[in-house]
């Protein structure tokens, strides 16, 4: 019923910059919190930040400072804008969405497939 479709990953140098978008398509009555995670290989997922439906964000102690989050609730989206990238912020990174489809319908949580970030000299 509702897709999360991430992008914006790529390759980039130590201290360089990324902003990633996640757009959410579908049977939407209201996107709730939506958020981002990151997972680096042999680790468990973990939480980026994230972001309610009226502005109010929380980060990582890691990220505070560095990523900023931010979405446009007209176009159910949600972006990461990631600054002074390090190489341990290399990960996929995973848009995730609380959303109600229907007025009166439960919360349902969803995930995006994930983007590749690396960063490498």
């Known amino acids: 019923q509702v897709q999360l479709v991430e992008s914006g990953g790529g390759l980039v140098q130590p201290g360089g910059s990324l902003r990633l978008s996640c757009a959410a398509s579908?049977?939407?009555?209201?996107?709730?919190?939506m958020a981002w995670y990151r997972q680096a290989p042999g680790n468990q997922r973990e939480l980026v930040a994230t972001i309610t439906s009226g502005g109010s964000t929380n980060y990582a102690d890691s990220m505070k400072g560095r990523f900023t989050i931010t979405r446009d609730n007209a176009k159910n989206t949600v972006f990461l804008q990631m600054n002074s990238l390090k190489p341990e912020d290399t990960a996929v990174y995973y848009c995730?969405?609380?959303?109600?489809?229907?007025?009166?319908?439960?919360?349902?949580?969803?995930w995006g497939q994930g983007t590749q970030v690396t960063v490498s000299s």
């Open positions: 995730n969405a609380d959303v109600q489809s229907r007025r009166f319908e439960v919360i349902r949580t969803y």
């Open positions: 579908g049977i939407i009555f209201r996107a709730n919190a």
